[in-house]
């Protein structure tokens, strides 16, 4: 279980990755944003978590949406 949890989050890390780069004034966003996504990973894996809590549900449901390319 931890190995898909890992998976989906390193998807959702190459998701906020390719942000288009003239979005400028979502630089320091996409930043925080794959920081968070890594440290989870870390957590997830140092802890061999078998689920997330809600609160780290929510916030990567959240960034799913934020991130969504819309058929691209």
């Given at each position: 279980?931890?190995?898909?949890i890992?998976?989906?989050?390193?998807?959702?890390?190459k998701?906020?990755?390719?942000?288009?780069?003239?979005?400028?004034?979502?630089?320091?966003?996409?930043?925080?944003?794959?920081?968070?996504?890594?440290?989870l990973?870390?957590?997830?894996?140092?802890?061999?978590?078998?689920?997330?809590?809600?609160?780290?549900?929510?916030?990567?449901?959240?960034?799913?949406?934020?991130?969504?390319?819309?058929?691209?």
């Amino acid at each position: 279980m931890t190995n898909e949890i890992v998976n989906k989050l390193q998807k959702l890390w190459k998701r906020i990755d390719k942000e288009p780069e003239w979005y400028d004034q979502r630089d320091s966003y996409t930043k925080a944003d794959k920081e968070w996504v890594t440290k989870l990973i870390k957590d997830v894996g140092l802890n061999d978590l078998t689920k997330l809590c809600r609160e780290d549900m929510q916030h990567c449901n959240g960034l799913w949406r934020d991130y969504e390319r819309n058929g691209k």
